[in-house]
């Protein structure tokens, strides 16, 4: 059973997640409209994982009795100046998400709520692997510079990228 401040907290960090999933989408757009296909397609996987901690959380508070309150979302940001920029933007929400999973991870031990702490390490260890891959872009893009064939080859690569769904019952 989980706490009143636990549940609010949960439910707040879900609306979160459902924004990073629109911010991604908004990313996916404007990559596409520049014609970074592939990067547009980055995008598109990191809006599909995205939404798939949207239904973690979900599904979890849903199990523990909760019921799930959708609150209004910001619009987020329709454009930017480059494709550095983008991930940029990417590395600085990822961060914000993760001090957000070690708040939350934080309030489970103190409320002594090992369910839910046990549940927030798939995120903690999900949140290294953001990171990771937003900086290793990054050092690429900051390599290349404006450099229009290295950002064609490194565009080329971001759409390589694929969403794999996880295994059926991952969500519960």
């Known amino acids: 059973m989980l706490s009143k401040n636990m549940s609010t907290a949960l439910n707040r960090h879900l609306n979160t997640e459902l924004y990073s999933a629109h911010l991604y989408l908004s990313m ?6 520049i014609g970074l296909k592939g990067a547009a397609s980055w ?6 994982e995205e939404m798939v901690h949207f239904m973690k959380f979900y599904t979890y508070l849903n199990s523990q009795g909760e019921h799930v309150s959708l609150g209004p979302l910001d619009a987020p940001p329709g454009e930017f100046k480059s494709l550095l920029d983008m991930y940029e933007g990417t590395l600085k929400h990822e961060m914000f ?14 409320e002594k709520d090992h369910a ?13 692997e953001e990171e990771e891959n937003d900086r290793e872009i990054i050092g690429k893009l900051k390599l290349v510079g404006d450099n229009g064939y290295g950002l064609l080859m490194i565009d080329s690569e971001l759409g390589a990228r694929v969403f794999t769904p996880p295994a059926t019952g991952a969500v519960a």
């Open 97 to 110: 998400i993760t001090r957000c999973i070690n708040e939350l991870t934080e309030l489970a031990v103190t």
């Open 43 to 48: 995008f598109m996987v990191q809006y599909q």
């Open 116 to 128: 839910t702490q046990i549940f927030l390490q798939w995120f903690v260890t999900e949140q290294i």
């Open 28 to 33: 996916s757009s404007y990559a596409s409209s």
